[in-house]
């Protein structure tokens, strides 16, 4: 008969690496209804963790409406927030990791054009405004010294105006989760400030 060998907490040997738990590991996150389909988040260890926007139309497989390599997170807040919306049309807008930017999925092939620009900024939370034909969505400036500015914006969509930002809400240290009410009339969000969280 073997001895056990007493060993101190979380140093005993094991043929199950992390590495190897964490490879099949697939989760799923912000979900989102349009008509019949329903859209979703998956990150994806097998993909270096990249998370890719898929959509499950009623009769049909799922599949990928991102393109391949587009990361759909967001680090707003650090830990992000929702990095994705879907307009009526089927129009997917996403926050890429690769350069912090909101970028508009359109077509079979699935191409990415980017709507915002600037160095130094981060969008979570999008939220469509299909009567003001815009985004909303949380902000985050990093070229500023000191914390980021975090704001609550409005993207212009459509027109000579395309790509505009509107400042909505500011003046918190964290704003999130804004929500259009089902007539689009109101707008409701959280903010809070430091130090309460």
Known sequence: MTAKAVLPFGSWPSSLSAERLAAGNVRFGHLQLQGDAVWWSESRPADGGRSSIVVAVRGEAPRDASPPG???????????????????????????????QVHRITGADRSSEPITHGANLRYADLVFDASRRRLIAVREDH??????????????????????QTVLASGHDFHAAPALSPDGGSLAWITWDHPRM
């Open 70 to 100: 587009f990361d759909a997170r967001s680090r707003v807040h650090e830990y992000g927030g929702a990095a994705f919306c879907v307009a009526a049309d089927g129009v997917v807008y996403a926050s890429h990791d690769g350069d912090g």
């Open 143 to 164: 070229g500023v010294p000191g914390e980021a500015v975090n704001t609550l914006v409005a993207i212009a969509l459509g027109g000579a105006d395309a790509g505009h």
